[in-house]
C-alpha cells in the first residue's frame, strides 16, 4: 500500500457546521482539489462515507489497484475520509473504492466532482472552476434586472436539442458553439432570460437532465466547466439573465451514483415509503439528515457563486411537500402529526432560501409546484417557503384548455380565462408554457389549436397575446416561439427549417413584438405581483368571448388597455371603457401582416368619449380582428 499522506482542509469549525447542516461551502473542501503539501504538488480528496470500514482513490494513476491508495478516516465522528495523493493533478480520471461494514465492495464516483467523464462512462475528473470572468457589469447591476417589479420573459432551452451540428445532426453543439448561436438569437427575441434545463451531470440523456449524479460538474457532454462559463458570461454580456434548472427532489439508483453510497441509505430514506419516488423510479433525499441538506444547500450555492447563475428554477417542488405524493393509502407514512405534509422537506426549503438569498440577494428562485400550498413565494417570517416566485401551473392549464376548444364552444367556458384572476395575486406566479406541454403525445402548441391553418396561427399568437399582458412572469419553450408543428424530440434538433415559410417567421416576429412590448411597457410589469396592477374592463361578456381589461403600472399615464376576440368574426365599432380621456393609440396588434394575420387593425389614434361604457366615464369605439388581440395606450 502507497502511503496517502494526512492532510487536511477542514477545521473543527468546519465539522461544527457540516454535523449541524450549516455548512453551505462544502465544495471548498470535500471533492477533489490540487494543492501543494509539503513542496509537493497533488491532489487532496475527501468524501463523506460515515459507515464504510474502508476507502481508497482508484484511477488510472494506480492501475484503478484497491489497496493502493487508501484515506485515513477522520477521529472526529464526522464520517469523513481524506488523504493527500502527490504528483497526480487537474484531468486525472478517479473513483472512490468504498468497503462498507455489510462488506459490500463499491465504486463510487465523487458527489462533489466538479467534472465527469463524458457518458456513458461515470469517473470523476479532478478539475478546477478557475475561470476569467468579463461580466463585471451584469453582476454590478443585475439587482436591476431581476426584480420582482421589472420584466421577466423567460426562453427555456434544452441545451441538447436546441439545434444540432448541420454537417454531423447526431452531434451536440458545444457550450461553445450555442455561445455564438444562441445568444443573439435570445437577444434579437427580447427575452430578459434563458433558462438551460438541467446542465448537471446525468447518465440517462433522456432524462433531459432531470436525473442527476453531479450536482457540482456540469455535463460534459457540451464541452468543459469553462465552456459552459464562457456560454453563461456571453448571456451576461448582452443583458441576459441566466436561470439554471435545479433538481433537490430525487436521484437515481445508478451503482456509480449517490444511492447506497457507503453501503447504507445515505443521502436517501432507508424506508423505502420515504425514500423511493414511484413516478421517476428514483430516490428521494433524507433532508431530516443535516448532512444532506448542507449538501444540496451547498450545490445550489455553487451554481450561484462558480457560475454566476442568475437563479434557480427548483424541480419538483410539490413532490416534496407531500409524503404522500403519488402514493396510495399504505405507502406513505404520516408525520409526527398524523398529516400528509414532508415538514423535513418543508423546513429545508426554508433554509435553502434564506441561504440564497442571504449570499445573493439579487438572484431568483422558482418553484415549480402545482398544488395550492399556501405561500410559496412569500417570505419565511411571514409563513412562508421564501420563493421569489412560483409556476401559475393552473392557469397554464385552464389556458391551454379554453385555446383547445373550437371558438363557437368557448362562450361556455369563459370562466377558464377569467379564474385565473380570482387567485391570480396570491403569490409571485410565472405563467409557463414549458417542456412539459409538448411531449408524451400532447403535441406542439401550434397542434393544440383548433381551425384550419390560418386560425391555428391566429389562435396562437391570441394566447401569447394573453400570456404577456396578463400578471405575472413569462416562460416559453423553445421551438413555440415559432410555432414549431412536431412534439419536442430531445434527440434531434428543433425544426429551424421551417422558419422559410411565412406562418412561422411572422410567429416568431409576433413574439418579439410582444417581447419588445413588455419590456417598453412599465404598466406591464411593474404591479405583476398586486391587484394594484390590473384592472377588469370587461370580463363578462362570454356570448362574443371578448375579454378587455387594463394592465397599470406605478405612472396611472403608462395604463394600456387590452381587447382580445377569441372568435374568427371581426367586431366593428365595438365599444370598449377606457381609464382617462385623450387619444388612444394602437400598440400592438397580434393580425398584422407581418405576422401573418389578416392586417385588420386600427391605424389612427382614437379619441375618447365622454360615454359612460363599462363601469368607465370615458369609451372608444374599435374594431377587433378575428382570433385577436390590440392593446391600447393614451
Given at each position: 500500500?502507497?502511503a496517502v499522506?494526512?492532510?487536511?482542509?477542514?477545521?473543527?469549525?468546519?465539522?461544527s457546521?457540516?454535523?449541524?447542516?450549516?455548512?453551505f461551502?462544502?465544495?471548498?473542501?470535500?471533492?477533489?482539489?490540487?494543492?501543494?503539501?509539503?513542496?509537493?504538488?497533488?491532489?487532496?480528496?475527501?468524501?463523506?462515507?460515515?459507515?464504510?470500514?474502508?476507502?481508497?482513490?482508484?484511477?488510472?494513476?494506480?492501475?484503478?489497484?484497491?489497496?493502493?491508495?487508501?484515506?485515513?478516516?477522520?477521529?472526529?465522528?464526522?464520517?469523513?475520509?481524506?488523504?493527500?495523493?502527490?504528483?497526480?493533478?487537474?484531468?486525472?480520471?478517479?473513483?472512490?473504492?468504498?468497503?462498507?461494514?455489510?462488506?459490500?465492495?463499491?465504486?463510487?464516483?465523487?458527489?462533489?466532482?466538479?467534472?465527469?467523464?463524458?457518458?456513458?462512462?461515470?469517473?470523476?475528473?479532478?478539475?478546477?472552476?478557475?475561470?476569467?470572468?468579463?461580466?463585471?457589469?451584469?453582476?454590478?447591476?443585475?439587482?436591476?434586472?431581476?426584480?420582482?417589479?421589472?420584466?421577466?420573459?423567460?426562453?427555456?432551452?434544452?441545451?441538447?436539442?436546441?439545434?444540432?451540428?448541420?454537417?454531423?445532426?447526431?452531434?451536440f453543439?458545444?457550450?461553445?458553439?450555442?455561445?455564438?448561436?444562441?445568444?443573439?438569437?435570445?437577444?434579437?427575441?427580447?427575452?430578459?432570460?434563458?433558462e438551460?434545463?438541467?446542465?448537471?451531470?446525468?447518465?440517462y440523456?433522456?432524462?433531459?437532465?432531470?436525473?442527476?449524479?453531479?450536482?457540482?460538474?456540469?455535463?460534459?457532454?457540451?464541452?468543459?466547466?469553462?465552456?459552459?462559463?464562457?456560454?453563461?458570461?456571453?448571456?451576461?454580456q448582452?443583458?441576459?439573465?441566466?436561470?439554471?434548472?435545479?433538481?433537490?427532489?430525487?436521484?437515481?439508483?445508478?451503482?456509480?451514483g449517490?444511492?447506497?453510497?457507503?453501503?447504507?441509505?445515505?443521502?436517501?430514506?432507508?424506508?423505502?415509503?420515504?425514500?423511493?419516488?414511484?413516478?421517476?423510479?428514483?430516490?428521494?433525499?433524507?433532508?431530516?439528515?443535516?448532512?444532506?441538506?448542507?449538501?444540496?444547500?451547498?450545490?445550489?450555492?455553487?451554481?450561484?457563486?462558480?457560475?454566476?447563475?442568475?437563479?434557480?428554477?427548483?424541480?419538483?417542488?410539490?413532490s416534496?411537500?407531500?409524503?404522500?405524493?403519488?402514493?396510495?393509502?399504505?405507502?406513505?407514512?404520516?408525520?409526527?402529526?398524523?398529516?400528509?405534509?414532508?415538514?423535513?422537506?418543508?423546513?429545508?426549503?426554508?433554509?435553502?432560501?434564506?441561504?440564497?438569498?442571504?449570499?445573493?440577494?439579487d438572484?431568483?428562485?422558482?418553484?415549480?409546484?402545482?398544488?395550492?400550498?399556501?405561500?410559496?413565494?412569500?417570505?419565511?417570517?411571514?409563513?412562508?417557503?421564501?420563493?421569489?416566485?412560483?409556476?401559475?401551473?393552473?392557469?397554464?392549464?385552464?389556458?391551454?384548455?379554453?385555446f383547445?376548444?373550437?371558438?363557437?364552444?368557448?362562450?361556455?367556458?369563459?370562466?377558464?380565462?377569467?379564474?385565473?384572476?380570482?387567485?391570480?395575486?396570491?403569490?409571485?406566479?410565472?405563467?409557463?408554457?414549458?417542456?412539459?406541454?409538448v411531449?408524451?403525445?400532447?403535441?406542439s402548441?401550434?397542434?393544440?389549436?383548433?381551425?384550419?391553418?390560418?386560425?391555428?396561427?391566429?389562435n396562437?399568437?391570441?394566447?401569447?397575446?394573453?400570456?404577456?399582458?396578463?400578471?405575472?412572469?413569462?416562460?416559453?419553450?423553445?421551438?413555440?416561439?415559432?410555432?414549431?408543428?412536431?412534439?419536442?424530440?430531445?434527440?434531434?434538433?428543433?425544426?429551424?427549417?421551417?422558419?422559410?415559410?411565412?406562418?412561422?417567421?411572422?410567429?416568431?416576429?409576433?413574439?418579439?413584438?410582444?417581447?419588445?412590448?413588455?419590456?417598453?411597457?412599465?404598466?406591464?410589469?411593474?404591479?405583476?405581483?398586486?391587484?394594484?396592477?390590473?384592472?377588469?374592463?370587461?370580463?363578462?361578456?362570454?356570448?362574443?368571448s371578448?375579454?378587455v381589461?387594463?394592465r397599470?403600472?406605478?405612472?396611472?399615464?403608462?395604463?394600456?388597455?387590452?381587447?382580445?376576440?377569441?372568435?374568427?368574426?371581426?367586431?366593428?365599432?365595438?365599444?370598449?371603457?377606457?381609464?382617462?380621456?385623450?387619444?388612444?393609440?394602437?400598440?400592438?396588434n397580434?393580425?398584422?401582416?407581418?405576422?401573418?394575420?389578416?392586417?385588420?387593425?386600427?391605424?389612427?389614434?382614437?379619441r375618447?368619449e365622454?360615454?359612460?361604457?363599462?363601469?368607465?366615464?370615458?369609451?372608444?369605439?374599435?374594431?377587433?380582428?378575428?382570433?385577436?388581440?390590440?392593446?391600447?395606450?393614451?
Amino acid at each position: 500500500m502507497k502511503a496517502v499522506e494526512p492532510y487536511s482542509r477542514f477545521t473543527d469549525f468546519d465539522i461544527s457546521l457540516f454535523r449541524s447542516g450549516k455548512h453551505f461551502k462544502l465544495y471548498e473542501k470535500l471533492g477533489s482539489h490540487v494543492v501543494t503539501h509539503q513542496n509537493v504538488v497533488g491532489t487532496y480528496f475527501a468524501v463523506w462515507a460515515p459507515n464504510a470500514k474502508y476507502v481508497s482513490v482508484i484511477g488510472n494513476f494506480n492501475g484503478w489497484d484497491k489497496g493502493s491508495h487508501a484515506l485515513n478516516h477522520r477521529w472526529d465522528g464526522s464520517g469523513i475520509w481524506e488523504g493527500f495523493i502527490p504528483n497526480i493533478g487537474h484531468g486525472e480520471v478517479y473513483k472512490y473504492f468504498i468497503e462498507s461494514h455489510n462488506n459490500d465492495k463499491l465504486e463510487k464516483s465523487d458527489p462533489f466532482a466538479l467534472r465527469w467523464e463524458e457518458a456513458p462512462r461515470t469517473a470523476s475528473i479532478v478539475a478546477h472552476t478557475f475561470y476569467e470572468w468579463t461580466d463585471q457589469n451584469w453582476m454590478m447591476d443585475r439587482y436591476q434586472r431581476n426584480g420582482l417589479d421589472k420584466p421577466y420573459s423567460v426562453y427555456e432551452v434544452h441545451l441538447g436539442s436546441w439545434a444540432r451540428d448541420n454537417e454531423s445532426p447526431d452531434s451536440f453543439l458545444t457550450y461553445s458553439q450555442l455561445a455564438d448561436k444562441l445568444v443573439p438569437y435570445v437577444k434579437e427575441m427580447g427575452f430578459t432570460h434563458v433558462e438551460f434545463m438541467p446542465v448537471m451531470e446525468h447518465p440517462y440523456y433522456p432524462s433531459w437532465g432531470y436525473q442527476l449524479t453531479g450536482y457540482f460538474a456540469a455535463t460534459s457532454r457540451y464541452g468543459t466547466p469553462q465552456q459552459l462559463m464562457e456560454l453563461i458570461d456571453r448571456f451576461h454580456q448582452n443583458g441576459i439573465g441566466v436561470i439554471l434548472d435545479w433538481v433537490p427532489s430525487h436521484f437515481p439508483g445508478d451503482a456509480h451514483g449517490l444511492y447506497k453510497f457507503d453501503g447504507s441509505h445515505l443521502y436517501e430514506h432507508e424506508d423505502m415509503r420515504q425514500g423511493y419516488h414511484p413516478d421517476w423510479t428514483s430516490y428521494i433525499f433524507n433532508y431530516g439528515r443535516n448532512e444532506v441538506k448542507a449538501f444540496l444547500i451547498s450545490s445550489a450555492l455553487f451554481w450561484l457563486e462558480r457560475y454566476h447563475a442568475d437563479g434557480l428554477r427548483v424541480d419538483g417542488v410539490a413532490s416534496m411537500l407531500y409524503l404522500d405524493y403519488s402514493r396510495k393509502e399504505g405507502e406513505w407514512i404520516p408525520n409526527k402529526y398524523g398529516g400528509n405534509q414532508n415538514l423535513e422537506a418543508i423546513d429545508f426549503l426554508k433554509e435553502f432560501n434564506a441561504a440564497v438569498y442571504s449570499h445573493f440577494p439579487d438572484v431568483q428562485t422558482i418553484a415549480e409546484e402545482s398544488t395550492s400550498f399556501p405561500g410559496v413565494s412569500r417570505p419565511i417570517y411571514n409563513g412562508g417557503l421564501g420563493f421569489g416566485m412560483k409556476w401559475m401551473m393552473g392557469w397554464m392549464h385552464d389556458s391551454i384548455n379554453y385555446f383547445k376548444l373550437d371558438p363557437i364552444h368557448r362562450q361556455y367556458h369563459h370562466e377558464q380565462l377569467t379564474f385565473s384572476l380570482i387567485y391570480a395575486f396570491t403569490e409571485n406566479f410565472m405563467l409557463p408554457f414549458s417542456h412539459d406541454e409538448v411531449v408524451y403525445g400532447k403535441g406542439s402548441m401550434l397542434t393544440k389549436m383548433p381551425g384550419d391553418e390560418w386560425q391555428k396561427y391566429a389562435n396562437l399568437r391570441l394566447l401569447y397575446s394573453y400570456m404577456f399582458t396578463h400578471p405575472g412572469t413569462k416562460l416559453l419553450f423553445m421551438g413555440a416561439e415559432f410555432g414549431q408543428t412536431s412534439e419536442w424530440n430531445f434527440g434531434k434538433s428543433l425544426d429551424w427549417w421551417v422558419t422559410q415559410f411565412d406562418c412561422h417567421s411572422g410567429m416568431q416576429e409576433a413574439v418579439k413584438g410582444l417581447n419588445h412590448l413588455y419590456r417598453s411597457e412599465p404598466a406591464l410589469y411593474e404591479k405583476a405581483f398586486s391587484g394594484e396592477g390590473f384592472e377588469w374592463i370587461d370580463g363578462g361578456n362570454a356570448k362574443d368571448s371578448i375579454l378587455v381589461y387594463a394592465r397599470k403600472g406605478h405612472d396611472r399615464e403608462n395604463d394600456v388597455v387590452i381587447a382580445l376576440n377569441m372568435t374568427p368574426v371581426v367586431r366593428y365599432d365595438y365599444r370598449i371603457g377606457v381609464p382617462g380621456e385623450g387619444e388612444w393609440k394602437e400598440i400592438y396588434n397580434s393580425d398584422r401582416k407581418e405576422y401573418w394575420g389578416s392586417g385588420v387593425d386600427n391605424p389612427y389614434p382614437l379619441r375618447s368619449e365622454a360615454h359612460s361604457w363599462h363601469g368607465q366615464a370615458n369609451s372608444i369605439n374599435i374594431t377587433l380582428p378575428p382570433l385577436g388581440a390590440v392593446i391600447f395606450k393614451r
